[in-house]
């Protein structure tokens, strides 16, 4: 079978691998010159099922409308935030109740466990090492009355599978000692034993390497797909401005871009960009970064440990398309780096990145068959794409051969969002 892949973010390398692997003729189209450009590029590197916490929860409205009268908010929304956020936000605020809460989170997490053991399995079948580590996350908080409103999200995680410890102030600095000289910023949280971190890009441009060397994967770089040829009877060929391509089966995994390809085939993916903000700074020379990767929970910032470097990240920006960045848009982000961490890297030298996180209403991602019956969706992995990807694109490179996945697709399918 003849497969084309839209998209050359991890999501579709790791599509496009399981394919090839298998024997089809698998194709990856991307428009940039590199893959993994955009998203996958430099996002936060951590493999962290303990945040699988839908974004659509009962308290979300209350969280945008207090972000706007806050200096440095964790989410921001913009009034040039576009259609693609006007037409998500009500699917989105129809999720935020205790129930869709609880069954998005917990599908989130199902795919974020499957997806942390099959990354952990990829990376063992082709000897990738991508500079991460497995030395487990975790999740501090700054107050009391944070850790007590927010613990509750936690509690549902672990009764539903998740390893995870609650940890004092004191047990997160034996289990990360680099916390020790700043100990009095942190009140103590949850430690994630079984989780990790790795570097998206480097693991995606070696999977594509190998599976084109060993399997006959064809990348097409610099490959702007234009429209997508077809009907509600079958897509014809992907028209790109370097010709068109043709196949058997057709499998969507264009990130945040993806609704605008397939609306004019009748589609609608209800899925929204969320910008990020990262920054990578050297660790050579210093003594103070972390090896276990951190998320502090009440500004959202992530630490991750990528071999000599340490990744910070954070926000979460409703802008539209626009996924430029200034200096001025990482102060936040430094705060927190400098408070927790003051001697964890080099802070003066950092390498900016922004990107845009695709995200559905509820969180989970969109998978499998679609109404048209050689087009297949791989699509709307939100901030977790880098956890749950192998999951997911081994469970679609299942369902393009006809067979029945080993991950549970409940509240997965086009339409269940
Ligand atoms: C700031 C930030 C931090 C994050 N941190 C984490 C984390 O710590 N852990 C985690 O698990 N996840 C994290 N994520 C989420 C994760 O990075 C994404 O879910 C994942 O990268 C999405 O991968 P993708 O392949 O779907 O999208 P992309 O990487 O965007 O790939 C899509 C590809 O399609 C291509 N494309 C689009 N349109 C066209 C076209 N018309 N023609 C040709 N090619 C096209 C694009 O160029 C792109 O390369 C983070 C995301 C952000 C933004």
Known sequence: MRVIVLGGGLIGVITGYFLAREGHEAVVLERNEALAAE?????????????????????ALRTLIKSWFEREPALRLRLDAGSSFWG???????????????????RVMRCMMAGLDDLRALRAETGIDDGGNDAGILYVFRTEGSLEEKAGSWTLLRDHGLELEDASRERCVEIEPTLGPCREEIVGGFHAPGEGSGDACRFTRELAV????????????????????????GVEAVVTDRGEFA??????????ESPGLVRPLGLR??????????????TVGYEGAPQVGVIEEDNLVAFARLGDWLRVGGQAEFSGFDASWRPANFSGVFRVARELFPDGGDYYRPHYWACLRPVTPGG??????SPIPNLFLNVGHGAAGWTMGSATSRAVADIVCGRE??????????GDQ
């Open 39 to 59: 998203t996958s590029f430099q996002n936060g590197g951590l493999l962290a099922p303990g945040h699988s916490q839908s974004w659509a929860s009962p308290g």
């Open 405 to 414: 996945p080993d991950l549970d697709m409940e509240g997965l399918a086009y």
């Open 247 to 256: 196949g058997d089966a057709y499998v969507l995994a264009t990130g945040p």
């Open 364 to 369: 989970p991602p969109i998978l499998g068959a």
């Open 210 to 233: 190998l599976a084109a060397r060993q399997h006959g994967l064809r990348i097409e770089l610099g490959a702007n797909i234009e429209h997508i040829r077809g009907s509600a009877a």
């Open 88 to 106: 998500w936000v009500l699917p989105f605020l129809r999720q935020c109740n205790e129930s869709s809460y609880r069954a998005n989170t917990l």
């Open 269 to 282: 993916l209800p899925i929204c960009p969320a910008k990020g903000y990262t920054v990578s700074v050297s």
